[in-house]
């Protein structure tokens, strides 16, 4: 039986290369873009198998408009997001809200509007796009960080309470891939504070020195995804690329390390 992927965010990177791939293979794709005239282009080339509507994931209003009347949602993916770079000081709360309702609060409602299709169905499969930049932080990444760390814990507690009801869930941490997030239009802090030019200012330079260069290859990055939804793997997370082993191996070290080293305090913050 084919399978119905909701997919926001397709019009380029790993999105584009998912709904393509997905289609190749047999399925259907609803999937999401921004622009009228990219929806168009998709249901033209696509017709029958694939239906692209126009959303944008901050407004919540227009995902219930969207997602109510669709029958059947088995695998839902919450791709869409948005970059940004700057040190912690230098954003400004509207930047940093700004990054939460794309990358948090609209994969959350999104989420909330599939499940009681899912629920209904007892099957599904939520899969959200994370990155390794959701288990480690750097310098110069933190409000996206924290986005993604905020979306790695709503999905690590749903996959808990929805695991009996029949749906799975996945949460895919990319390393750097060769999509556009990196390019020029990365959105940053406007404002810049120079004693953090050898921290976040270091980081905000080889960001945007990667942009065409990352190790990631999407379409294989699309294949790795299906493979795991297609499959009897139930692990939670899914790293793609060879940067987020070390990365988030190096969080878990650290992580170690802070807990042993830290033991005893611990142990002796308890009533006698």
Do not use: C
């Not at 919540?60 to 088995?74: F, Q, Y």
Request: hydrophobic residues 40%; proline residues 4%; without cysteine.
């Amino acid at each position: 039986m084919k399978k119905v992927w909701f997919i926001t965010g397709i019009s380029s990177g790993l999105g584009k290369a998912l709904a393509e791939t997905v289609l190749r293979n047999g399925d259907d794709v609803i999937g999401t873009f921004r622009k009228q005239e990219q929806a168009d282009d998709f249901n033209k080339k696509y017709s029958g198998s694939g239906r692209g509507i126009v959303l944008d994931v901050t407004d919540h209003g227009a995902i219930e408009n969207n997602i109510m009347p669709i029958e059947r949602i088995d695998v839902l993916v919450n791709n869409a997001g948005v970059g940004f770079i700057g040190a912690i000081e230098e954003a400004t709360l509207a930047e940093t809200r700004k990054v939460f309702e794309a990358n948090f609060f609209g994969a959350l409602k999104i989420t909330q509007q599939v499940l009681p299709k899912m629920r209904a169905q007892r099957s599904g499969h939520i899969v959200q796009i994370s990155s390794h930049g959701g288990v480690i932080a750097f310098p110069g990444f933190g409000i996206y960080n924290a986005s993604k760390f905020a979306l790695e814990g709503f999905s690590e507690a749903l996959a808990q309470e929805v695991a009996p009801l029949g749906i799975r869930t996945t949460i895919v941490e990319p390393g750097p891939f060769r999509t556009q997030f990196a390019a020029a239009t990365l959105p940053e802090a406007q404002r810049i504070i120079y004693d953090y030019a050898d921290t976040a200012g270091a980081f905000r330079a080889k960001l945007k020195g990667v942009h065409g260069k990352q190790e990631g290859d999407p379409e294989k990055a699309a294949e790795a995804i299906i493979a795991k939804v297609n499959s009897d793997n139930t692990s939670l997370r899914l790293p793609l690329g060879k940067v987020p082993l070390v990365t988030i191996q190096m969080k878990l070290d650290s992580i170690k390390s802070d807990l042993e080293a830290n033991r005893n305090i611990a142990e002796q913050a308890v009533f006698d």
